[in-house]
Nanobody, 131 residues
Framework: QVQLVESGGGSVQAGGSLRLSCSAS????????VAWFRQAPGKEREGVAA???????SYVDSVKGRFTISQDNAKNTLYLQMDSLKPESTGMCYC?????????????????????????WGQGTQVTVSR
């Protein structure tokens, strides 16, 4: 079973930056699609940014222009650079690997059931953005 370990979370003021990392124990975690999800307190988990096997990259509208997803295949590591952070970005951030074919657009589209397409999850890292 592939294991994912996130790091890089923390507490910052609005306008600040954080860089999240997700280290995978096996390169096969990225066979279909890899993504970052966020779960704000009391809300459902949502896709924030994703890269699919065709190289397609997608972001949820609320982070476009501020977040950048990237991956280093040699290191089996996924990154999320988060700039100009806003308080609404507060929550647990998870990286995940899809275990069935998923496009990056689908991963961040918020469609019901999309979480079930991702069979490999990290434990999460907390991001807190204060005003």
């Amino acid at each position: 079973q592939v294991q994912l370990v996130e790091s890089g979370g923390g507490s910052v003021q609005a306008g600040g930056s954080l860089r999240l990392s997700c280290s995978a124990s096996d390169k096969n975690y990225s066979k279909y699609c890899v993504a970052w999800f966020r779960q704000a307190p009391g809300k459902e988990r949502e896709g924030v940014a994703a890269i699919d096997r065709d190289g397609g990259i997608s972001y949820v509208d609320s982070v476009k222009g501020r977040f950048t997803i990237s991956q280093d295949n040699a290191k089996n590591t996924l990154y999320l650079q988060m700039d100009s952070l806003k308080p609404e970005s507060t929550g647990m951030c998870y990286c995940a690997g899809a275990t069935t074919p998923v496009t990056s657009i689908q991963a961040v589209g918020g469609k019901r059931g999309i979480l079930d397409r991702f069979g490999v999850w990290g434990q999460g890292t907390q991001v807190t953005v204060s005003r």
